[in-house]
Every structure is written in C-alpha cells, then in structure tokens.
C-alpha cells in the first residue's frame, strides 16, 4: 500500500492506473490538462464551463470525453486532499511520483500547486466561513406555570 500525503486512506488501483495514464500524454496536452485543472479548481462553480473545455479537449485529441472525465475525475482529488491537508508543493510531488506520474509532469503540476495554492487557500477558507456562517437570531425564553393539588403543571418554550 502507497503512503501517501494527500490521503490516510488505500488509494483506489483506478486513481493510481489514472496517473500513470497521464505520462501517454504529450507535453503540450499534459499542459493544457494541467492548465484547465487549476482553472476549475480556481473557479469552482463553473462546472459546465470545465466539462465543456474537457469534451472540447478530448475532441482536438481524439479520445474519448467519458474516459477523459473519469480521468479528470480522479486527477482532481489529489489537489482537493492536498488542500485539506495543507500540503508544500514538494509533498504535492512526492505524492506524484509515488503514484507513477513522470519527473517532469510532476515538476509541473507541483509548480502550478505552488503558484496557485495562495489562491486556493482563501477560496477553501472562504468556503468555510460561508458554510459555518451564524445567523443572528432573537430568542425568548418563557416558563409558564400552574398548579393544582391533582396535577402537575408547567411549560417550558423557545420562541424566536
């Protein structure tokens, strides 16, 4: 089993298989692969736009779109771990490398990681703060109370 720094977890044969897939990429596609990954890690929400560029990639190269994304969609959790992670560029390729990825194709990616990662990060924190934003409620509390010498009587409530 690999030990790797993007995950704790067994990584898949396919993830592993999908790496080694990128080294039969030419430099040039391997750059622009590269080139429209961080752009859709930079830029999240523009899913239709990313898999549109992919179906427009895979049809100046003659391959598949379906196999292309199913590659994509592996290539793209090493970054999303690195970011949980925290990961340097160097444990970035140190990850390649162990997955089977060239030299130079490691060197690569791993420089995008660091010349993108400060943007990267704000756009993970920012996420965060968003999703754990607090919402600024008023909240009454009130008891009400009664007696009777049969019953027992009393409430308790939350108002907002």
Same mark, same amino acid.
């Not at 993830?15 to 080294?23: G, R």
């Not at 194709?105 to 010349?115: G, P």
């Not at 009454?140 to 010498?149: A, L, N, P, Q, R």
């Given at each position: 089993?690999?030990?790797?720094?993007?995950?704790?977890?067994?990584?898949?044969?396919?993830?592993?298989?999908?790496?080694?897939? +990128?080294?039969?990429?030419?430099?040039?596609? #391997?750059?622009?692969?590269?080139? $429209?990954? !961080?752009?859709? %890690?930079?830029?999240?929400?523009?899913?239709?736009?990313?898999?549109?560029?992919?179906?427009?990639?895979?049809?100046?190269?003659?391959?598949?779109?379906?196999?292309?994304?199913?590659?994509?969609?592996?290539?793209?959790?090493?970054?999303?771990?690195?970011?949980?992670?925290?990961?340097?560029?160097?444990?970035?390729?140190?990850?390649?490398?162990?997955?089977? +990825?060239?030299?130079?194709?490691?060197?690569? #990616?791993?420089?995008?990681?660091? $010349?993108? !990662?400060?943007? %990267?990060?704000?756009?993970?924190?920012?996420?965060?703060?968003?999703?754990?934003?607090?919402?600024?409620?008023?909240?009454?509390?009130?008891?009400?109370?009664?007696?009777?010498?049969?019953?027992?009587?009393?409430?308790?409530?939350?108002?907002?």
């Amino acid at each position: 089993m690999l030990q790797l720094h993007f995950t704790k977890d067994a990584v898949p044969d396919n993830v592993s298989s999908d790496f080694q897939t +990128l080294n039969k990429f030419s430099e040039q596609q #391997f750059l622009s692969l590269t080139d $429209l990954l !961080y752009q859709f %890690l930079l830029e999240p929400k523009e899913t239709e736009r990313f898999l549109a560029q992919l179906n427009e990639f895979a049809g100046e190269n003659g391959m598949g779109a379906g196999p292309l994304r199913g590659l994509m969609k592996s290539i793209v959790l090493l970054p999303q771990g690195a970011m949980k992670k925290n990961l340097t560029a160097e444990q970035v390729k140190e990850d390649l490398l162990s997955l089977g +990825l060239t030299e130079d194709k490691a060197s690569h #990616f791993s420089d995008q990681w660091r $010349l993108h !990662y400060p943007v %990267l990060s704000r756009l993970a924190v920012a996420q965060t703060l968003m999703v754990n934003q607090l919402v600024d409620m008023e909240w009454k509390f009130g008891v009400t109370v009664g007696t009777s010498e049969l019953q027992k009587a009393g409430n308790i409530f939350l108002q907002n």
